[in-house]
């Protein structure tokens, strides 16, 4: 045992040792622990620098990885409706047909789908997860509350793991491409024409039936060409030069000098080769017709009930007239929209009334049949030749719209601006990462240090076992 220390006078007084860890009967080392604090204490000035490394360098590694893995975090592209509506450039967000523009389109699974298949990915994903990462925000009018402009923002979020920000912003661009394929499948200016006769055996009809159905096919193919852009109209064929407005002047001659002449004759003069059969057909038709026509009238007086209360729900409203202030009573949105639905409802009426006239006419005049072979083979010649111009301008017409399906007049219905990316702030991406990089290099230093001072004890313990044992 220590003897103790000399209490005279002049002597520093100083504390005794520690006691070094003692070993117990069965050699395990015991340790104590207020030992390992004071070595702790002791070594603070030579520990400090070294926590202050560690902490530094956990502050530093998150910042070091964003310089050389950073990503964006969103892409986003402007897009910009491009394309006329009533002879004029669209200044909101109206579709091509004058209805509101569906933007949710814009996540659909069709456009979705067709852009992921256009881009090539480090990482698969599925439409879903694409479709919850995506948001389309339409940009408010300044001139006009609760009006938007001709354009709307696309932003992509990058929550899909290890996407690079290129292939983030050729996923966008990919999707506005896809997006513009469905709005030119939607409302194309092109749209191949339809042929109402195909199908139809030509050779079978009856004079009667075959000159209706042939002026019928013709008014849908000048009805097509009516609802062309400019720019499609005047555009010319490469096979001959030969524009859209050209063929329909010749869709107007054929049915002015072919169609319409023969057809009055054949009313008029009762052709028909086949008279039961024809008349069958057009008993069919009257039949449809006066059902429909039921239909209309039944619409016309629902609407004309509704609108019962018109005088009693009149709105007073002031005008300001060159002679002043007038007030003047006016009905409210409801009935307005009520009474333009039931002039729609009359015209209807109207077209319907002269069909059904037009075929009683006809049914009338096939009773009378008293044409021979001769006229009606002449006839049928007449109507023949009318009949192979219509096909050749139909084919001309299709010809026509496949090469300007190809223009890009016809290809792009919006612009749009490269995909851009937009990462968050330095401090908003590193800040947190930075501060539990700091905490956790200060926590492993702080372990190195308890480790050297536990080190320390147990090899002063082990030290003063083997002094004693021997």
Not at 126 to 149: F, G, I
Not at 208 to 233: G, H, N, R, T
Request: glycine fraction near 4%; aromatic fraction near 8%.
């Amino acid at each position: 045992m220590l003897d103790k220390p000399d209490m005279s006078a002049g002597t520093k007084k100083t504390s005794p040792p520690a006691p070094a860890a003692a070993p117990r009967d069965d050699g395990v080392l015991e340790l104590d622990l207020l030992n390992v604090f004071s070595r702790m204490g002791a070594t603070f000035k030579r520990y400090i620098w070294l926590m202050v490394c560690f902490a530094v360098a956990g502050f530093c590694v998150p910042l070091l990885m964003y310089q050389f893995e950073q990503k964006a975090d969103t892409v986003s592209s402007v897009v910009t409706l491009d394309y006329t509506v009533n002879g004029e450039q669209v200044a909101d967000l109206t579709a091509p047909d004058e209805t509101a523009l569906n933007l949710s389109q814009v996540s659909s699974a069709y456009v979705l789908t067709k852009a992921l298949h256009m881009t090539a990915l480090s990482k698969s994903i599925t439409v879903q997860q694409l479709a919850n990462n995506l948001t389309v925000e339409r940009v408010p009018s300044q001139k006009q509350e609760q009006t938007y402009m001709n354009r709307f923002v696309v932003r992509l979020k990058n929550g899909f793991g290890n996407l690079t920000s290129e292939e983030l912003k050729a996923l966008l661009d990919n999707i506005i491409v896809a997006y513009n394929a469905y709005l030119n499948e939607t409302y194309s200016a092109v749209g191949i024409p339809e042929d109402t006769l195909s199908g139809v055996e030509w050779d079978t009809l009856d004079l009667p039936v075959a000159a209706e159905k042939l002026s019928s096919a013709v008014q849908s193919l000048i009805s097509y060409c009516d609802e062309k852009p400019d720019w499609f109209l005047r555009m010319r064929l490469a096979k001959d030069g030969i524009t859209v407005n050209d063929l329909a002047d010749m869709l107007q001659q054929i049915s002015k000098n072919s169609i319409e002449p023969v057809n009055a004759r054949i009313v008029s003069e009762s052709f028909s080769a086949d008279a039961a059969a024809t008349l069958t057909q057009f008993q069919y038709k009257l039949n449809k017709l006066k059902l429909q026509l039921e239909e209309t009238e039944n619409a016309i007086a629902a609407n004309r009930a509704a609108a019962e209360g018109y005088e009693k729900d009149l709105l007073a409203v002031t005008l300001n007239e060159s002679e002043g202030n007038v007030t003047v009573r006016s009905a409210n949105a409801y009935y307005n929209a009520l009474f333009i639905k039931r002039a729609a409802l009359l015209e209807e009426r109207s077209d319907i009334l002269i069909q059904i006239a037009d075929l009683n006419d006809r049914i009338k005049a096939l009773t009378g049949n008293t044409a021979d072979e001769q006229t009606l083979a002449e006839t049928r010649a007449e109507l023949e030749k009318a009949y192979s111009l219509y096909k050749q301008i139909y084919t001309m017409l299709q010809e026509h719209a496949a090469e300007l399906a190809d223009t890009d007049e016809a290809r792009w219905l919006i612009s749009y601006t490269a995909s851009q990316g937009e990462t968050t702030s330095f401090t908003a991406a590193c800040g947190k990462k930075a501060a539990v990089g700091a905490v956790a290099g200060l926590f492993i230093a702080i372990v190195f240090w308890g480790c050297a001072a536990l080190g320390h004890e147990v090899k002063r313990g082990r030290n003063a076992y083997m002094k004693e044992a021997v």
